[in-house]
């Protein structure tokens, strides 16, 4: 049956594409908490900008495309909470800079970074997943 | 083009071929859940090579021992209002496409 065929095609090209795509990890990649930060703000933003290229021509079907903009709304969320305590992070770095003191509240300001990173890792995946197959 | 994107081309030309036994609509359907996936896995293969282009430029950054700067951020920023207004946009068009909910102004209650 050419369905049957078809359907064997499809697993085996699914799973080279999740292969090429799971490979990379900027995350993993980045050793001080900012560096990570970074890394995770930016794989959320490039996973967002991939969707955001998949809508654009309007021909996936509208399930898969109400699935991929939910994701890319809860990623663009987590996104803009985790510049917030970079930004929180990079003002108590200032701080600490003038005044020795408020040590306490730089390494609060990167455990509360550290956590989000955390928290954005798994979306990342969740992002990858999306784009790879919208399953 | 791409290999996996060639050969997946190259079956949906098939498929469709009546004379190779496609043209039936159950290969029409798999004509059409074939371009869907062709276009996901280009996708999928943009992503990858964004992020691996993304995951050197970290590790670049670690190896130098230096913190990313706000202009990073900035960056980025940008680039995700940018991706969000495309997708309000599909938002917008595919909930103009979903069927409207029933009206009660439709369905008067009867007077008994």
């Known amino acids: 049956m050419v369905s049957r065929a078809f359907a064997q095609v499809w697993i085996a090209l699914a799973l080279v594409a999740i292969s090429a795509c799971a490979a990379f990890n900027p995350i993993s990649r980045a050793e001080t908490v900012e560096q990570k930060a970074l890394a995770a703000y930016g794989s959320l933003v490039i996973g967002v900008e991939q969707i955001a290229e998949l809508l654009r021509p309007d021909t996936l079907p509208d399930d898969v495309q109400s699935r991929l903009i939910a994701v890319s709304e809860r990623s663009a969320a987590l996104a803009t909470a985790g510049l917030a305590a970079y930004n929180q992070a990079q003002t ?5 800079e003038a ?27 969740d992002l990858k997943s999306a784009i790879r197959g919208a399953q | 083009m791409d290999a996996i994107t060639l050969a997946l081309t190259a079956l949906a030309t098939l498929i ?13 359907e798999n004509v059409r859940l074939l371009q869907h996936l062709i276009q996901l896995i ?22 130098a021992g230096h913190n990313p700067s706000p202009r990073d951020f900035t960056e980025f920023e940008d680039r995700l209002t940018a991706a969000m207004t495309v997708v309000a946009e599909a938002k917008a068009r595919v909930r103009s496409r979903e069927p409207a909910p029933p009206s009660d102004d439709l369905n008067p209650p009867m007077d008994q």
């Open chain 1, 92 to 96: 108590a770095r200032a701080q600490f």
């Open chain 1, 99 to 125: 005044d020795a003191s408020t040590q306490g509240r730089l390494n609060a300001a990167l455990i509360n970074l550290d956590s989000w990173v955390t928290r954005a890792d798994p979306v990342v995946d």
């Open chain 2, 42 to 63: 280009q996708g999928g293969r943009k992503t990858a090579e964004a992020l691996k282009e993304f995951a050197e430029r970290i590790e670049a950054m670690a190896a």
């Open chain 2, 16 to 28: 469709r071929n009546p004379i190779t036994g496609g043209g039936s609509i159950r290969a029409e």
